[in-house]
């Protein structure tokens, strides 16, 4: 496709000199070029798919960027990265030093607000809406929620305060992409989408509340058939009781009712109408069979031919860290029927789709509910049963109110199985684990390990599955060093970590590494070059302090490796013990720096974080002057 019309929009200015009538070969051109976009560089897909004519009707019917819109769950915001001036750099979708695969502030004045995580946008389109009425300035803040974001609860905490302001130029839109809140839509709701976002229905309104004011029973009873004749064509009034003036639901492919519902909607809201509600029904993968027939595996594809669709590669992979704990989860789950299984609306992504085929009235999705997950697991677990938590780290973050107070504070056995602890590459700083450990380690009671591979996966996390408290086990995103994995199920011994690899190198020069989970190896890789002992930490708590005292006595030089943040990490767990027993030995901390790493290659992102081998070799050469270690022959303990 030569992209001939869409080549000619480098802003929503240039959007809006367009004809209507033009707007459908724009949506046709739009659609193709996110579709080839993706297939050359990976990302989302079947998302975006779907909101290619939702994203042309906002830019079309809205001043943008004078008018605010939040993307919430920002994945599904490409179509709106191609009209805001970022057509040519699509194919550098989540690559270091390219754009990112979310809303940035820093990225494009059209991005309004970050939304890599969800159910934010209300709350911060609200924000927007009244700091513009504090400034005095006169425009329209607008939310775009979906992809089952409206389960979380933050999204009607921000309607529940959104509905108090009665003139405030707020729109809610809600992409409902799954047909789950309402059935298709037809052509009555599309005309009584437009007729009550119009002037005409909303002066009707008034006229009648006015005239209907001197004789209140009537006026009640009007407002109840008001109320009763759009539930008879749309879904229940829930939005209105929150305050806001419900339309819908229309089709969201739909560009003949988009356009005008939204121009409509948009001279309400200046008009001082108050917050309105937009249901629109889109559906994921839009226009690309492959990806309606099957949104999921189309939802964050590699790189693919759209000609083929996504095909095995023929290789046969090594497991990955997630199929490994939802292998575990089955076989822990036959073996004890105690076990349930809880994620917050990541099924997929947290590998449990088997447990729930093998274990349907076992596993629960509480939806996009962080918070709801943690304190509803502590629920089940005062009932005697094992709750084990499956969630990514930085999604973790959430729910850390109630995993102190609902879950810690009352030492309740729940297993947190932390995916994605980590650098999680193309995803960005939002979705990195970077502060897990700083902010478990901390909580009195909590169990935290850090598997250095598949098998020992495996055993921590049926360690901590008999552990008499609240644990997590923490665990990369991608697949491991290939570790053998044996089918039992047999814990390890608590606290204890053990040695690797045994240092030959001579006194004044000998270097111990402390390494945990992902580190280990790449600590290994180091100890070859510098000769030095590397032992496999496994726990971060409760830390084995005695092989820490162990390891600075017998060494001049200490390092700690761990992929998380070294400000409160297990590197300070160290420093702690070290200066609790009164020991004074140099000791460098190396793991993820004091600032937010961008997207990219997760090779390359540790390599810029100096935690691979010859990152971390080079920083103990230059922190303890350290010329080339003499040749020496490993050992390895048993």
Not at 231 to 249: C, Q, R
Not at 540 to 557: F, G, S
Request: glycine share 10%; with cysteine; proline share 6%.
């Amino acid at each position: 496709m030569t992209y001939a019309l869409l080549k000619t929009i480098d802003d929503p200015a240039d959007l809006r000199k367009l004809d209507r009538r033009q707007l459908q070969t724009l949506a046709e051109e739009l659609r193709a070029y996110v579709l080839e976009s993706v297939s050359q560089t990976g990302g989302h897909l079947s998302s975006n798919l779907g909101t290619v004519e939702l994203t042309i009707a906002l830019h079309y019917a809205f001043h943008t960027p004078e008018d605010r819109i939040v993307w919430d769950v920002g994945h599904q915001s490409y179509p709106h990265k191609i009209l805001t001036g970022r057509r040519d750099r699509m194919s550098t979708l989540r690559q270091w030093g390219g754009i990112s695969g979310f809303p940035r502030r820093d990225e494009s004045a059209y991005d309004t607000f970050g939304t890599a995580h969800s159910s934010t946008s209300i709350s911060a389109a609200l924000g927007m809406a009244l700091g513009a009425r504090t400034l005095g300035d006169k425009r329209v803040s607008i939310a775009v929620i979906g992809d089952g974001a409206m389960s979380a609860g933050m999204a009607f905490e921000a309607m529940n305060n959104a509905g108090v302001y009665k003139d405030l130029p707020l729109v809610v839109v809600l992409n409902d992409n799954d047909m789950s809140i309402s059935p298709p839509v037809g052509a009555l709701n599309r005309h009584l989408a437009r007729l009550l976002s119009g002037q005409f229905y909303a002066a009707t309104k008034k006229g009648i509340e006015r005239v209907l004011s001197v004789a209140p029973p009537v006026l009640e009873f009007a407002k109840r058939f008001e109320e009763h004749a759009k539930g008879m064509v749309g879904p229940a009034t829930l939005f209105e009781e929150f305050g806001f003036n419900y339309i819908g639901p229309i089709d969201g492919h739909d560009l003949n009712a988009l356009v005008p519902t939204l121009q409509n909607i948009r001279q309400r809201a200046l008009e001082g109408s108050g917050p309105i509600f937009l249901h629109v029904v889109t559906k994921k993968g839009q226009g690309y069979k492959l990806a309606e027939a099957d949104p999921i595996l189309y939802h964050g594809p590699g790189k693919f031919d759209p000609a083929e669709g996504i095909r095995p590669s023929g290789k046969p992979a090594r497991k990955t860290y997630t199929q490994v704990f939802g292998d575990w989860l089955c076989d822990m789950a036959a073996a004890d029927k105690r076990l349930v299984g809880i994620t917050p609306a990541m099924r997929e992504g947290s590998g449990m789709v088997e447990f729930e085929k093998r274990f349907p009235d076992r596993y629960y999705d509480v939806g996009i509910a962080e918070q709801h997950a943690v304190t509803f697991a502590g629920g089940l677990a005062c009932e005697g049963l094992k709750p084990v938590v499956a969630i990514y780290s930085t999604f973790l973050q959430r729910g850390y109110d109630q995993l102190i107070h609902d879950v810690a504070l009352q030492n309740l056995p729940v297993v947190f199985a932390l995916d994605r602890a980590g650098l999680v590459g193309a995803d960005g700083a939002t979705h990195a684990g970077a502060y897990d450990i700083a902010f478990l380690r901390c909580i009195p009671n909590m169990m935290v390990a850090t598997p250095c591979d598949e098998n020992e996966c495996r055993q921590l996390l049926t360690t901590a599955f008999h552990f008499d408290g609240p644990s997590a086990v923490r665990y990369p995103r991608g697949s491991g060093p290939g570790a053998a994995i044996a089918p039992a199920l047999e814990p390890l011994p608590l606290g204890k970590g053990e040695v690797r690899r045994e240092s030959a190198a001579r006194k004044g020069q000998r270097v111990a590494f402390l390494a945990f989970g992902s580190m280990v190896q790449p600590a290994l890789g180091a100890a070859e070059a510098l000769d030095a002992t590397v032992a496999n930490m496994r726990f971060v708590k409760p830390l084995d302090v005695e092989l820490v005292k162990t390891l600075a006595r017998e060494h001049d030089y200490l390092v700690t490796v761990e992929e998380g943040c070294v400000m409160g990490g297990a590197g300070s767990a160290v420093l702690e013990a070290l200066s609790e027993a009164g020991i004074d030995v140099p000791v460098l901390q190396l793991g993820l720096p004091d600032r937010f790493i961008d997207h990219g290659d997760p090779a390359f992102l540790l390599s810029q974080s100096g935690l691979d081998a010859k990152g971390i070799e080079t920083s103990v050469r230059q922190r303890f002057g350290l010329g080339q270690a003499p040749v020496a022959v490993a050992t390895r303990a048993a």
